[in-house]
């Protein structure tokens, strides 16, 4: 490896051995780089999105959602997998006011039973608050997806940039051996002594 990085000291090492030397320090020192910037994004991310936790927990209200018909699917369940149909149903908001809506239902669950649902300051049904778990889940995510893209940003430069050496090394090598070739071998003039 250290001989891939620094071919210096090698008196056939050529300019472009040299360039790919510098890629491949490049390539493995910027993802070291990289790791804190990307667990400063990923924190920031996770105290972002325990923020708007907080935010959700204090907007959102869990209600009761009556439903007004069974919740049926016409999709086959598949494998014991708990299937879940949008149903029409009615509850009624934080100030008291009815309102309708669908909402999600085990398949099978008979009318004029109750459901749980979240619902925000006006009644409008919204998702569930976003648990303590799911911002940690956030933050990680970025933090990862930062550093696994500049990872494999630098490995694909690396690649490009070798196949590209490696191409201009092969036209080198097909001219110098074009020009000297005929002078070892004693061929010349199309293959004639």
């Not at 910037?37 to 869990?62: F, K, M, W």
């Not at 398949?107 to 006006?122: F, H, L, N, Q, S």
Request: charged share 25%.
């Amino acid at each position: 490896m250290r001989r891939l990085i620094r071919p210096g000291g090698n008196p056939l090492a050529r300019g472009s051995d040299r360039l790919e030397g510098v890629l491949l320090a490049v390539v493995l020192t910027v993802p070291l780089l990289a790791l804190p910037i990307s667990v400063v994004i990923g924190a920031q991310t996770h105290a972002e999105q325990l923020r708007e936790s907080r935010h959700q927990v204090r907007s959102r209200t869990s209600v009761t959602a009556v439903l007004l018909e069974e919740a049926v699917s016409e999709v086959p369940n598949i494998r014991g997998a708990t299937a879940v149909s949008e149903t029409p149903a009615y509850w009624h908001s934080p100030e008291g006011t009815l309102r309708t809506g669908n909402v999600a239902a085990e398949v099978g669950t008979p009318a004029r039973e109750g459901v749980r649902i979240w619902v925000d300051e006006r009644g409008e049904k919204v998702q569930s608050p976003m648990s303590r778990g799911g911002a940690l889940r956030e933050g990680l995510a970025a933090a990862a997806s930062l550093w696994l893209a500049i990872l494999f940003g630098c490995v694909g430069l690396f690649w490009g940039s070798r196949c590209l050496l490696d191409r201009v090394r092969r036209r080198s090598w097909k001219r110098e051996w074009e020009l000297f070739g005929p002078l070892w071998s004693g061929f010349r003039d199309g293959g004639q002594a």
